[in-house]
């Protein structure tokens, strides 16, 4: 959707006008805002700065064909960019879930007028689309990033694990925004987790003994064929899961696209009954530990992303659960076990110093029962907000 790039909402207080980003300095006021709130946080990790550009352009995006989407960007004094959101109408989620509209990629000095201006001109451009509730973060759907920091702000985040500053809670709740539902991300090393690791592959060697399960590696000669395997199988898991919406084919395309550079085919488990694939596990190096400050995709980056050894990126100590999925038929029969059980050979095997999860819905029990295995508490906790379209 096209939006001129004018004057959205002007905060007399703060002295903040939010602008539509329609030109090529609204975009790259858009995609380098992060670093004006962040740069000084030696947690933070950045993102790469061509990843989130073309994200927001429909020609590289394919899921600006499945959704409405806006950015914006505020202003202080004219030209100082000091906010960002980004608004979706995802009408697949809406179709399932309801008038929801989502606002996401939120960024913001520590001023609530600042958030305010975005948060209301964010209201404003969903509820002409038709949303009655605004909910977020979501950057831009439950297929991306979700989520907003709220406890955990003492390590740095993987791929997939958004990050904010603890003062971002308290500007959303000014703003009226209050708690819709949380998820929770796990941690775990061969050095603290070994004992309960081991626990989960007898589990699994158990089920493996009977001959009709196997695991295997994908054939990364058919990488399009065997990623789209996955992307049916993972559907079909989280059918009834909350805030699931299944991933098309073009969007799982460009998610794969972009992965392939930097997968370890090690990481990733197809389990099968009977020869008929039904379940999987897919993890992913930690791009963000090598990525650098600058967020730009520099020589020595693209170095250790063509000289990988073994497979593996040069810096990279850690890697992160992307996906599951055991399919809803063969529920039951011991495939969970096994993919917790590769999960846990991950942990064990040294290869990586850690392994972490992505977010976990408070409500999504089959996922809680596979972690709950590891017996460790929670290393991160994300919240999603929400505030009625008045």
């Known amino acids: 959707m096209t939006i001129d790039n004018v004057e959205i909402v002007r905060n007399r207080i703060s002295g903040v006008v939010v602008r539509a980003v329609d030109t090529r300095r609204g975009r790259r006021d858009f995609v380098n805002l992060p670093w004006l709130v962040h740069a000084a946080d030696p947690v933070w990790r950045p993102p790469l700065r061509r990843g989130v550009a073309d994200g927001m352009r429909a020609a590289s995006n394919p899921f600006h064909a499945e959704a409405d989407i806006a950015h914006f960007v505020a202003y202080r004094g004219g030209n100082e960019p000091v906010g960002r959101v980004a608004v979706t109408i995802d009408h697949e989620y809406v179709h399932r879930y309801g008038d929801y509209g989502f606002f996401g990629f939120f960024d913001s000095v520590d001023d609530v007028g600042v958030a305010d201006a975005l948060l209301t001109t964010a209201r404003r451009w969903a509820g002409d689309q038709g949303a009655s509730v605004l909910t977020g973060p979501y950057s831009y759907s439950p297929r991306h990033e979700m989520g907003l920091l709220v406890d955990g702000f003492d390590h740095s985040p993987t791929v997939m694990q958004p990050y904010n500053p603890p003062y971002y809670a308290t500007l959303l709740e000014e703003c009226g925004f209050r708690r819709r539902f949380d998820t929770t991300t796990y941690r775990w090393s061969r050095e603290a987790d070994a004992e309960r690791a081991e626990r989960l592959v007898a589990r699994a060697d158990k089920v ?8 295997r590696t994908p054939d990364m000669r058919r990488y399009d064929e065997e990623l789209e395997l996955l992307r049916r199988i993972y559907n079909d ?33 197809i389990v099968e009954i009977d020869g008929t694939a039904c379940g999987f596990s897919m993890l992913v190096p930690d791009l963000n530990e090598v990525v650098p400050r600058s967020g730009r995709l520099t020589l020595p980056l693209l170095a250790r992303l063509l000289c990988k050894k073994d497979n593996r990126i ?9 996906m599951i999925g055991v399919a809803r038929e063969q529920m039951g029969l011991g495939a969970g076990r096994v993919v917790a059980g590769e999960i846990a050979k991950a942990v064990l095997s040294g290869r990586y110093r850690q392994v972490t999860t ?3 819905h408070e409500h999504n029990h089959w996922s809680k029962a596979l972690v709950a295995q590891m017996k460790s508490p929670p290393s991160r906790r994300y919240r999603v907000y929400e505030r009625a379209i008045e």
């Open 208 to 215: 493996l003994a009977s001959g009709r399960i196997r695991v």
């Open 314 to 322: 040069r810096g990279v100590d850690t890697a992160v659960v992307v």
């Open 237 to 269: 898991s989280f059918h009834d899961h909350p805030e699931h919406v299944p991933i098309s084919a073009p969007v799982f395309g460009r998610i794969a696209a972009d992965l392939k550079p930097v997968l370890d085919p090690e990481l990733i488990r």
């Open 358 to 360: 992505t977010w976990i």
